[in-house]
């Protein structure tokens, strides 16, 4: 059987037109907006991509236009490249299906929380193969697992979308464990993606210091569901936390709620502040945000994408 599509074609299409931006002069040679390979003569010829705004002119293919009426720049393959690793959560707590949303918002649901971040892993593995970076899809829980690594343009898609549909939630979070793993396995400084619910604070805050102290430009995405941020089931409940098993008897009211939401907003800006502080940027991912929009509008004002 074939595996679903991530991202649907239309979207695909759009990000051609999309640059995923770097901070860092990680390569030496290319500068921080990271737009494509280096250009110039006696370079090879690899790929072609829909010409944007602010391209050079120079590297137009007119013969392209001629036939085709529209605008494709060529892309030449250069040595000098820079990786973009996206590490991908996929301990227990990932595992969340929405509720219905908050009955007097309207609020939709959205998607599965594991689903919304598998879309956003395959949106950074695709920017990346568009500029032929290397791109390694990472998934990890108390440890990481065996990476895919991608490489040679649009073409080596297909694997990274079969590799992420096959993927499966389980055991708990230890992302400090992680990173330590990530950075002895991957030597070379790169741009490494964090797509994570993060309910691992202190994980969180010390694997961040050493992605610093490491020289990557990182990215935190803060993947959640609307009912994470507010409660919507009032009453008497039972909560169990599904990484170690343990359970607590809580009353939940609107005010409850609200100042549940509180506490959580509050971290959220806590992360956010941590990842400023070390050079890096943080996103949060709001799973009733269609993925479309949350790229196209969210990470363009995170100043990920441009």
Same mark, same amino acid.
Not at 77 to 93: A, M, W
Not at 152 to 160: H, L, N, S
């Given at each position: 059987m074939a595996s679903p599509l991530l991202l649907d074609r239309d979207f695909l299409r759009t990000l051609e $037109?999309?640059?995923? &931006?770097?901070?860092?002069?990680? !390569?030496? *040679?290319?500068? !921080?907006d990271h737009r494509s390979r280096n250009h110039g003569p006696g370079l090879e010829f690899a790929d072609y991509r829909r010409y944007s705004f602010g391209d050079d002119p120079r590297f137009l293919d007119w013969?392209?236009?001629?036939?085709?009426?529209?605008?494709?720049?060529?892309?030449?393959?250069? $040595?000098? +490249?820079?990786?973009?690793?996206?590490?991908?959560?996929? !301990?227990? !707590?990932m595992?969340? $299906?929405?509720?219905? %949303?908050?009955?007097?918002?309207?609020?939709?649901?959205?998607?599965?929380?594991?689903?919304?971040?598998?879309?956003?892993?395959?949106?950074?593995?695709? &920017?990346?193969?568009?500029?032929?970076? *290397?791109?390694?899809?990472?998934?990890?829980?108390?440890?990481?697992?065996?990476?895919?690594?991608?490489?040679? %343009?649009?073409?080596?898609?297909?694997?990274?979308?079969?590799? &992420?549909?096959?993927l499966g939630c389980g055991g708990r979070t230890d992302l400090l464990a992680s990173v330590k793993q990530f950075l002895r396995q991957f030597t070379g400084k790169g741009v490494a993606v964090i797509l994570s619910d993060f309910f691992d604070e202190e994980g969180a805050r010390r694997a961040v210091e050493m992605?610093?102290?490491?020289? +990557?430009?990182?990215?935190?995405? +803060?993947?959640?569901?609307?009912? $994470?941020?507010?409660?919507?089931?009032y009453g008497e409940l039972i909560l169990e936390d599904v990484e170690t098993g343990e359970r607590r008897r809580v009353h939940s009211s609107p005010e409850a709620a609200?100042?549940?939401?509180?506490?959580?907003?509050?971290?959220?800006?806590?992360?956010e502040r941590l990842a400023a502080r070390n050079g890096g940027r943080y996103g949060r991912a709001l799973t009733s945000v269609p993925y479309q929009d949350f790229v196209l509008r969210g990470l363009r004002g995170d100043r990920v994408v441009e």
């Open positions: $037109e999309v640059t995923l &931006l770097c901070r860092k002069d990680l !390569s030496g *040679t290319i500068g !921080s013969s392209a236009y001629l036939r085709l009426g529209k605008l494709f720049l060529k892309i030449y393959q250069t $040595e000098e +490249h820079i990786p973009v690793r996206v590490l991908i959560d996929t !301990s227990r !707590s595992d969340c $299906e929405p509720e219905s %949303g908050e009955p007097e918002s309207g609020e939709p649901a959205g998607e599965p929380k594991f689903r919304y971040a598998q879309r956003l892993a395959a949106t950074f593995a695709y &920017l990346a193969l568009l500029r032929l970076d *290397t791109a390694v899809v990472i998934p990890f829980a108390e440890s990481i697992r065996k990476p895919l690594v991608a490489a040679g %343009g649009r073409e080596r898609f297909w694997p990274v979308m079969e590799f &992420l549909n096959g992605l610093r102290f490491a020289g +990557h430009d990182f990215v935190l995405l +803060h993947v959640h569901t609307p009912d $994470e941020q507010r409660p919507a089931s609200a100042a549940y939401e509180r506490a959580f907003l509050e971290y959220c800006g806590r992360l």
